[in-house]
């Protein structure tokens, strides 16, 4: 069967079909190819760019032009899976006009399909706003890492009986709002599951555990490319680091023992008309 471009409907569908949706980042061109030749649902292209290709301390300092300009290079690789860009830092909680202009460069300039906002009361009437121009929103509740400051670090959120409780309205009011979807991170998997079925709408799981509709890890962390460190929810998948780094190495050793380029890698040239060549 010929793939299709996946749709917000396609994505309801799999709720409501008990089908699970998965869930990629991608920074650069290369790797949206190879998430999208895989046949992954959703594609983000995550702030989390900021620690793992920018080498920032959080995700905080990413600025628009950098997601713009990394957003650009993935839809260019994408072209089946649904395209999510998230707005970082600041983008949208000076004023509901400024997230509206931010979350409509995702669409005009990078060709995203959806955006991504972290928080839920703080920032309501951004997300309203962003969707009643037009723009498909993707919630994002429980660790909010643009606020880990206010949070007192990665920690696990909705471990009490009242903070789980916030969570669920938290969910709802965001689904009341428009959202298409909620990404839940870090949060126990029996909250999450209470979140999941109260919601009409898809719940992706960041370390919130296998009852939610959907799943969604940093490529970098499952595959290995990422070694500052690992979080609990993450299966590697493959470690590449090791890998490159052997390559590197043997790279270096080849050169330095003059066995690269051998005649395999070189280009020549015939002998007779190298004797054509004069130098005065």
Known sequence: MERKKVTIPDLQNKKREGKKITMLTAYDYPMARLVDDAGIDMVLVGDSLGMV???YESTVPVTMDEMIHHSKAVRRGTKYAF?????PFMSYQV?????????????????CDAVKLEGADEVLDATIAIINAGIPVLGHIGLTPQTISKLGGFKIQGKTAKAAKNLIEQALKLERAGCFGIVLECVPDLVAKLITEKLSIPTISCGGGVYCDGQVL???DMVGLFDRFVPKFVKQ??????LILDA???????????VFPDKEHSFTIKEEELKKIKIK
């Open 53 to 55: 290709v920018l080498g």
């Open 83 to 87: 395209l999510v860009g998230d707005m």
């Open 95 to 111: 004023s509901k006009e400024e997230a509206v202009r931010n979350a409509g460069r995702f669409m005009k300039e990078a060709g």
């Open 218 to 220: 940093v490529t970098n």
């Open 237 to 242: 998948y493959i470690k590449l680091s090791p």
């Open 248 to 258: 590197f190495k043997k790279y270096k050793d080849d050169v330095e023992r003059k």
